[in-house]
Every structure is written in C-alpha cells, then in structure tokens.
C-alpha cells in the first residue's frame, strides 16, 4: 500500500515486488514532474526512485537524469526499463541523507513519495540544500495522512509492531504541511509552496486490490513472516479488507481516493 509507510523498522524496499505496483503512483509522478517542468539539459536528481517513473519522465523531456535510491535491486530494474525506452539515466545506490552526489549538482531534485521515507528528516534536508544548485528547485510529494489507505497503513503498523514486539516510534515527520516544510528547509535557503492533489486507486475489487498489494508490498513482504508466526496475519487482513470495502467508492469494482500535497521549494 503506498501509504504503508512506517512499520517497525526501516522498510527495505527491494524485497517483495514493488515494481508490480509501482504503476498505481505513476500519475503522481507526472504531477511532480509537471510542477518541476524540468527542460533539456538540466540536471535533474530523483530521490527515493525506486523503479524510475519521475526519472524517466524527466529524462523523457530530455533532462540529464541521476536517480538515487537504497534498493540495489530496484536501481537495477529503473535502469532496465531506461534501456527498454531508449532513455538515458543514471542511476546510484544512496539515500536522502547521503547522495553520492557533488554540491550543488540538480539544478532539479524530484522526490515522488521517496524523502517522506527518510529516517532523519533534518538530516534530509541538509542534504537536500547541499545538493541542490543555488538556483535550484525541489518538487517533492508527501501524504496526506488521512483516508482509507492511511487508516489500512495504520492498522499494518500496529500489527506488525506486536508481531515484531516493537514499540511505536516517533511520528513521522510531516512533509504534508507547509509550516512544517518552511521551518525545516528555509534555513538552507528555501521558499515553500503546496499545492493540494488527488490519486485513485482502483481495482476489480477490494479483495483483489488486497491481494495484490499484501504480496507485493515490501511492508507486508518483508514482516510476512513474523505475521504469520505470532497470528497477525490473518486479523490484519481480515481487518484491511473491512476498512477497503467500507470505504470503496465504487459498489461495482474497488475505487478509493488518497490526497497528497505537491511541495515546491525554491530557492530564496
């Protein structure tokens, strides 16, 4: 589930099949990319890539892409699928808080639902400032932590949190709200603006949609296992199919309706 956000644990996001489901956030990424308007020859850094959708779209428009994320395997599909486009990117091994990048390197830095997963967010955004040129601009998506796929999140935490026999950590830091942004990037030299948007999520039906994800998911792939073991499986399932049926939105198939902000960052 892509609002699946922070179980017990880092989320390592090469196991499972992310990039089975990385399609359902692909209109978020042309959002970002279109808010950013990269042009030829800009450099432009996608953080958190995963299997490249704002990477590719970027280099598409004839950007001069490097895509940064901590999953080996899914660096390795991103560039498979630049090869099967006849796209030319880069993509690097690191997270938000340690680009192997140069300072002052994207002229564009891009984060579709990536930087909202990092661990230390003012590390992040350090690293973010150093990272981005003086004239540079940052585009990034965050959650709105609200809805039914945030309540399905929520209810995967708890359980995988008593399955690991884990305590719930801090709340994660809200990359959502403007006020928050402001104050953790304007003191390396950024102006923010947000902008509301929306992305459905469809599918034959609520069962089918669970099914896909609660295999495909690096979440729930990665704590199957220690679900299975202490019971939590079966309730959590049980569980997430009751919150996606009642909150379907449509009775014929499985629609629901998750909102996010589009964050723009630029330099002052």
């Given at each position: 589930m892509p609002e699946m956000s922070r179980p017990a644990g880092a989320i390592d996001w090469g196991v499972g099949r992310y990039e089975q489901i990385a399609h359902h956030v692909l209109p978020a990424a042309r959002v970002v990319v279109e808010h950013a308007a990269p042009v030829a020859g800009e450099r432009v850094v996608?953080?958190?890539?995963?299997?490249?959708?704002?990477?590719?779209?970027?280099?598409?428009?004839?950007?001069?892409?490097?895509?940064?994320?901590?999953?080996?395997?899914?660096?390795?599909?991103?560039?498979?699928?630049?090869?099967?486009?006849?796209?030319?990117?880069?993509?690097v091994e690191g997270d938000a808080a340690a680009m192997p990048l140069g300072d002052g390197e994207a002229d564009v830095m891009l984060s579709v639902f990536g930087v909202i997963f990092a661990p230390d967010a003012a590390a992040a955004a350090a690293e973010t400032g150093r990272v981005t040129a003086p004239t540079g601009r940052v585009v990034l998506s965050a959650w709105i932590p609200a809805g039914p796929l945030f309540e399905l999140a929520r209810a995967s935490r708890e359980a995988i949190g008593r399955a690991l026999g884990t305590p719930a950590g801090?709340?994660?830091?809200?990359?959502?709200?403007?006020?928050?942004?402001?104050?953790?990037?304007?003191?390396?030299?950024?102006?923010?603006t947000t902008r509301e948007?929306?992305?459905?999520?469809?599918?034959?039906?609520?069962?089918?949609?669970?099914?896909?994800?609660?295999h495909e998911h690096p979440a729930w792939s990665a704590n199957r296992a220690a679900l299975e073991q202490r019971g939590e499986l079966a309730p959590l399932r049980e569980r997430a199919l009751r919150i996606l049926e009642d909150r379907n939105e449509d009775p014929s198939?499985?629609?629901v309706t998750?909102?996010?902000?589009?964050?723009?960052?630029?330099r002052i």
């Open positions: 996608d953080v958190g890539c995963g299997t490249g959708n704002a990477a590719l779209l970027a280099a598409a428009r004839g950007a001069r892409v490097t895509g940064v994320d901590p999953a080996t395997r899914l660096l390795e599909v991103a560039a498979e699928v630049a090869a099967e486009q006849g796209l030319e990117a880069t993509f801090p709340p994660p830091f809200a990359w959502h709200d403007r006020d928050a942004l402001a104050e953790l990037l304007g003191p390396h030299g950024f102006d923010i948007e929306r992305l459905a999520f469809t599918a034959e039906s609520p069962a089918a949609y669970l099914d896909t994800e609660s198939a499985f629609r998750s909102r996010y902000v589009v964050a723009t960052a630029r």
